[in-house]
T-cell receptor, first 111, second 113 residues
Framework: SQQGEEDPQALSIQEGENATMNCSYK?????LQWYRQNSGRGLVHLILIRSNEREKHSGRLRVTLDTSKKSSSLLITASRAADTASYFCATDERGAQKLVFGQGTRLTINP | DAGVIQSPRHEVTEMGQEVTLRCKPISGHDYLFWYRQTMMRGLELLIYFNNNVPIDDSGMPEDRFSAKMPNASFSTLKIQPSEPRDSAVYFC???????????FGNGTRLTVT
C-alpha cells in the first residue's frame, strides 16, 4: 500500500528557480525522509525530519513537516540542471522500520 | 566505502527460468531491504532483514519469490520460476539502526521474456 503520495507528479522549471514538491501520508510516523533518484541509479538519501521537528535545512534543501495535516514539502532553492531527477518521500509506516515510498515527483530543470 | 553492491546489473531470462539476484550491504549495517520498482506500482518493499533474520516478508508477491541472508555481508533474492510480470528493477538497500536513512545499490534490471 502507498503511504506517501507526492504532488505534483511532474515539475518542469527554469534553472535558478525554486522547486517545491509536496508529500502526504496516512498514518502516524516517527520520521519522514526524502530521496533523489537519477535515471538508471539507486535512490540517494537527502534529508530526514523527525516527527517532533517542523523544519529542517540542508544546503539548498528545505523540508517542512506538518504532522497535523500529515504532509511534508521539499523546497530546492536556486535549482541547477544537476537537480534533474525524481524525488521521493518515504515514511516509516506506523513507526515500523520498513520505509514506504510514494510514487515520486519527476523534476526537470531546463537550462 | 564501496556502498551497497548488487549483481548483476542487468539480467535477461526466459519465462520459467530461475533468477538469482545478489546484494552486498555496507559493512556494519544491520538492516537489509529488498525493493522492486516498476512504472505501474512504484517502489514496493518485498522483504527486510535485521541482523540476518527476516523480519517482514509480507511484500513478497508469491511463493515463487524467496530471499536469504546467510551472513551479514550477503543476501540473495531468488525467483523460481520467473514470469514476464516479474520484469522490474530490483533494489537492495541497507541501513544502520532503526529509523535510519537507507543506502541503495544501483539495482538489477530484470527482464523476463
Amino acid at each position: 500500500s502507498q503511504q506517501g503520495e507526492e504532488d505534483p507528479q511532474a515539475l518542469s522549471i527554469q534553472e535558478g528557480e525554486n522547486a517545491t514538491m509536496n508529500c502526504s501520508y496516512k498514518t502516524s510516523i516517527n520520521n519522514l525522509q526524502w530521496y533523489r533518484q537519477n535515471s538508471g541509479r539507486g535512490l540517494v538519501h537527502l534529508i530526514l525530519i523527525r516527527s517532533n521537528e517542523r523544519e529542517k535545512h540542508s544546503g539548498r534543501l528545505r523540508v517542512t513537516l506538518d504532522t497535523s495535516k500529515k504532509s511534508s514539502s521539499l523546497l530546492i532553492t536556486a535549482s541547477r540542471a544537476a537537480d534533474t531527477a525524481s524525488y521521493f518521500c518515504a515514511t516509516d509506516e506506523r513507526g515500523a522500520q520498513k520505509l514506504v515510498f510514494g510514487q515520486g515527483t519527476r523534476l526537470t530543470i531546463n537550462p | 566505502d564501496a556502498g551497497v553492491i548488487q549483481s548483476p546489473r542487468h539480467e535477461v531470462t526466459e519465462m520459467g527460468q530461475e533468477v538469482t539476484l545478489r546484494c552486498k550491504p555496507i559493512s556494519g549495517h544491520d538492516y537489509l531491504f529488498w525493493y522492486r520498482q516498476t512504472m505501474m506500482r512504484g517502489l514496493e518493499l518485498l522483504i527486510y532483514f535485521n541482523n540476518n533474520v527476516p523480519i517482514d516478508d509480507s511484500g513478497m508477491p508469491e511463493d515463487r519469490f524467496s530471499a536469504k541472508m546467510p551472513n551479514a555481508s550477503f543476501s540473495t533474492l531468488k525467483i523460481q520460476p520467473s514470469e514476464p510480470r516479474d520484469s522490474a528493477v530490483y533494489f537492495c538497500a541497507s541501513s544502520f539502526g532503526s529509523n535510519s536513512p537507507l543506502h541503495f545499490g544501483n539495482g538489477t534490471r530484470l527482464t523476463v521474456t
